[in-house]
């Protein structure tokens, strides 16, 4: 034996031996729970070893959501996550358990309440369960019983192997009167004296022949389990599947992709009925062998313009009809479905699919194509992946790799991969990736929670308590509390800005355990609030300061006649999970006017907030999903300061700021009087960077009364909160393309006094930042350009810092900014001008690194602001190594992507610079 088959069975020893351990944790929960079960084969290894699935009875009652439910709740006790639950008469569970390092371990249970054959009740689960008995530990059914249901078994497989033989002729003895009862009441006289005889003589020979007569004659003689319930089950997978996962993984040439798929497939086997592997489009045609291009993929010129539409055309068949024919049947039936490659590989990659038509065709396609469960993007450095593909150039690589994570960034179910680790380590991260992403679902799905959510969790056992009052010391989830205050809180507690600076969470069991998890890292104590879920009526304990109300029916009133004298109504959009705003339900006046809390760019988003602007003035609340009530017995601080500002009542709006994860996040509010007009914006930073750029703001604002900018309203410390308050700029959103209003608005900024470029605020304190930060080379580009800045004399320019699209109104033809948080008041010429385009060309119009650098070029050529090519280009350069400085500063690292593609950039301005230096030409 080779010691790679050594290997490999020791592998294999070891992960029965782990499955059975896992097996022993569950049967010990069941025991706990009081759930009757036993074991129908396999069991005279338990629990040293489980060599396969393990079928079992549970009384019927524990099906399928109960006994779901309960390996949810023991996740923590059993060590392993539920990653399918396919409820098709009988349940098919699978267990996983994530090491440190190697495959994952999974455990099938076939579990059913009665035993079926062939779709057809051979006999009752309840009936074998009351005779069932102790083997080593573990229920096992009653000799009869189990020789009856081994032996159809076998019949129905018309398959009697010798180890079958030989376990029956084993159970026979065990008590042969009570088999041949059960024998007689499934065949006639002759043939269960037939197989009597076979049994207890050895020989089996007459039996054998006989099987597919054996078979019919069996299954005539019972009843179908399921009926039109069958048909009905499949028609809701099909319609909704549940339980099949699709995944996508995508990556430049090189990163490893099939390799990595390879062992992932492998791994993860047994948690699907089946698998099917495709590569790129979902297919309406039986799959052919592509001609081998010699050259490589990038090979080929590209189609003409007429052929590329007519292939995204194809493409946008392959990818909405092709993907029910080709992956919606796997999903329906509990399969998984493996993609290499997809259709944003044609986005980012257009030369390799010969593609040259417009890109918003492929980006309208895959608007409208059905999206798989989760993409998995395999990344690398490009000196990795030049390493182990020679066919591209660097240059190429850098530019496929910032489009993958450009593309990939922006959607809600990708995650990066690094593929420069030992493959090892690549799948088991893939594997651990997807395994959390399918108890994730699961977790989802057995809460009994609404399926319109498929983030709400089951409670943990970890969570658990007797009654609504706290144990000292301890972590509940029933009634147990959650300290909530001083850091920001995340998106989805947005809300707790309106409650108390010092307060605990007390949550009822039914909150899901996602949104506790959120709450633990905060700290604090004080006022008591409490958190009901989905509750039919509003529960209050003595000791609360107040109620937050989740998804529940109970009105306003309810709330105030039980004392409380703050009570607001919020939607949640889009939902609580993935919580942006909050949006008050005073009326539909005050709720269409607080989505200008967004402020959209592109077209499309534009036409979105009208629409659901239209829709908050209608009736019936169908424009959102989740909602929840605050309901207080004093005011807010936050809503207390504001009050004297106006004479009239305003209602509070949130947004929940940048995405979760920003180092610089912070939430703000919008205050709306009662006739739905706009009052003013309110900031709130509680994070140390948060409240440096807030105060930084309200610092800057008083000196921008001249300038078309927000006034100052309020800057005070709220219970544990940094409060700015400004007034909101009359008008509508700017255009997105940059006008002759924009370039006048930043004149405006620019003052008759001069200054020396390399004596500027922006250069003396880049020159202190870079020196600390870790990026290699930054400071010594800055060096290099000091000798032109001390060359060049500029108008001292006030700078806004962040001048884009989303921070800009218009009204009567002139543009005004707001949002001031990184502005300059001894700035340098140009900056918001280049922040401006790339930013749009990098969040808008997703371009590349290269592009972003051609860009620029073309606008220091034109010598803007009558500055000359190369002196524009100085500014340029100043302006990416200050936007480097502050990414860094806030504690972004250099992976993030939009610190590479920002150095990238960087990098081929330099580039050019050198090479225009030097009389070469630049490409």
């Not at 010691?3 to 706990?32: K, P, Y």
């Not at 182990?388 to 450009?406: N, W």
């Not at 593309?407 to 090892?424: K, M, Y």
């Not at 860009?855 to 524009?872: D, H, I, V, Y």
Request: glycine content about 6%.
């Amino acid at each position: 034996m080779s010691e790679r088959e050594i290997h490999c069975d020791a592998e294999a020893d070891r992960a029965a031996e782990r499955r059975g351990a896992m097996l022993l944790r569950v049967f010990q929960v069941l025991e706990s729970e009081g759930i009757e079960w036993c074991a129908l084969h396999g069991y005279e290894a338990f629990p040293e070893r489980v060599e396969s699935d393990v079928d079992m009875l549970v009384q019927a009652d524990a099906l399928p959501r109960r006994i779901l439910k309960l390996l949810l709740e023991h996740r923590q006790q059993i060590g392993a996550e539920v990653v399918q639950a396919f409820d098709g008469g009988a349940c098919f569970i699978v267990l996983a358990e994530i090491g440190e390092e190697g495959p994952p371990c999974l455990l099938q249970l076939h579990v059913s309440r009665d035993y079926v054959v062939d779709d057809r009740v051979l006999m009752g689960g309840d009936e074998i369960l009351k005779s069932r008995r102790k083997h080593n530990g573990f229920w096992i059914p009653a000799p009869d019983y189990e020789f009856v249901c081994v032996l159809a078994n076998r019949l129905a497989k018309q398959n009697l192997g010798p180890k079958h033989r030989e376990r029956l002729a084993r159970l026979y003895q065990e008590n042969p009167s009570a088999c041949d009862q059960r024998l007689a009441r499934l065949f006639d006289r002759d043939t269960a004296k037939r197989i009597s005889n076979a049994t207890q003589r050895g020989d089996w020979s007459d039996v054998n022949r006989s099987l597919p007569p054996l078979r019919e004659q069996l299954l005539k003689s019972l009843r179908h389990s399921k009926g039109a319930t069958q048909w009905a089950g499949k028609l809701s997978r099909w319609l909704k599947p549940r339980n099949g996962f699709h995944v996508v993984f995508l990556g430049p040439d090189g990163v490893g992709k099939s390799t990595v798929i390879e062992a992932f497939q492998k791994d993860l086997s047994d948690a699907f009925f089946h698998q099917t592997y495709l590569t790129f489009a979902p297919s309406l045609l039986p799959a052919r062998m592509a001609p081998a291009k010699p050259g490589g993929p990038h090979s080929l010129p590209p189609r003409s313009w007429p052929a590329s539409l007519i292939k995204a055309g194809w493409w946008s068949i392959c990818y909405t009809l092709g993907y029910f024919i080709s992956v919606r049947p796997t999903l329906a039936r509990g399969g998984m479905v493996v993609n290499h490659r997809y259709l944003l590989d044609a986005i980012v990659d257009r030369r390799r699919y010969r593609y040259s038509g417009p890109t918003w065709l492929l980006k309208w396609i895959w608007a409208i194509a059905p999206k798989p469960d989760l993409i998995i993007l395999l990344d690398a450095p490009p000196e990795v992946i030049a390493a182990r593909k020679s066919e591209l150039p660097m240059e190429r690589i850098i530019e496929l790799r910032e489009g993958y994570r450009s593309v990939v960034g922006r959607l809600s179910n990708n995650h990066v991969i690094d593929a420069s680790q030992p493959l090892a380590k690549v799948v088991h991260d893939v594997e651990s990736l997807v395994i959390h992403h399918l108890a994730e679902r699961n977790r989802s799905s057995g809460s009994g929670s609404r399926r319109g959510n498929p983030h709400m969790q089951s409670r943990s056992t970890a969570f658990q308590a007797v009654n609504r009052k706290p144990q000292a010391g301890s972590l509940c989830y029933a009634g147990g509390t959650m300290s909530a205050c001083v850091a920001t809180p995340p998106q989805s507690l947005t809300w707790l800005h309106l409650c108390p600076g010092e307060c605990s969470l007390v949550f009822d069991e039914k909150t899901p355990a996602w949104m506790v998890q959120q709450a633990s890292p905060l700290n604090g104590g004080g006022a008591r609030i409490g958190v009901n879920w989905n509750a039919p009526e509003l529960r209050l304990a003595e000791d609360e300061a107040g109620c937050v109300m989740i998804n529940s029916r109970v009105s306003e009133k309810q709330a105030k006649d039980l004392g409380f004298s703050y009570v607001r109504r919020f939607a949640v959009i889009p939902n609580l999970r993935e919580a942006r705003w909050f949006i008050p339900l005073d009326s539909g006046a005050v709720s269409a006017a607080a989505f200008s809390l967004y402020t959209p760019a592109r077209r499309s988003a534009k036409i979105k907030r009208v629409l659901i602007q239209l829709a908050a003035h209608l009736p019936g609340g169908f424009w959102y999903r989740d909602h929840l009530m605050v309901a207080l017995r004093e005011p807010p601080a936050l809503e207390k300061a504001l009050a004297p500002l106006w004479p009239e009542p305003v209602r509070l709006a949130l947004s929940c700021g940048a995405p979760e994860g920003a180092r610089n996040r912070k939430a703000s509010a919008l205050a709306i009087d009662l006739r739905g007009n706009l009052r003013a914006f309110v900031k709130l930073a509680r994070s140390e960077i948060a409240r440096e750029i807030v105060a930084h703001e309200a610092a800057i604002l008083p000196a921008l009364a001249h300038a078309r900018a927000p006034r100052l309203l309020m800057n005070q410390e709220i219970d544990g909160t940094l409060a700015m308050a400004q007034t909101p700029l009359p008008g509508r959103p700017a255009p997105l393309a940059f006008s002759p209003a924009h370039a006048a608005f930043l004149q405006s900024l620019q003052t008759s006094e001069k200054i020396v470029a390399a004596q500027s605020p922006i250069v003396q304190s880049l020159r202190k930042h870079l020196k600390n930060l870790a990026m290699h080379g930054l400071s010594e580009i800055l060096m290099d350009l000091v000798p032109a800045l001390e060359q060049l004399s500029v108008p001292v320019t006030i700078v806004h810092g962040d001048f884009a699209p989303w921070n800009l109104r218009i009204d009567d033809g002139a543009i005004s900014a707001f949002d001031w948080e990184y502005a300059q008041l001894s700035g340098l010429p140009l900056i918001d001008e280049i922040h401006y385009r790339l930013q749009v060309g990098l969040l808008l119009e997703h371009w590349s690194a290269n592009r972003g650098a051609e860009e620029m070029e073309r606008l220091c050529q034109s010598r803007p602001r009558g500055f000359s090519t190369e002196n524009a280009a100085t500014l340029a350069i100043v302006y990416l190594l200050d936007m480097l400085a502050r990414l860094l500063t806030e504690g972004y690292g250099e992976d993030h992507e939009m610190i590479v593609w920002h150095r990238a950039v960087l990098g081929r301005i330099m580039s050019r610079r050198v090479n225009h230096t030097k009389g070469v030409a630049v490409a």
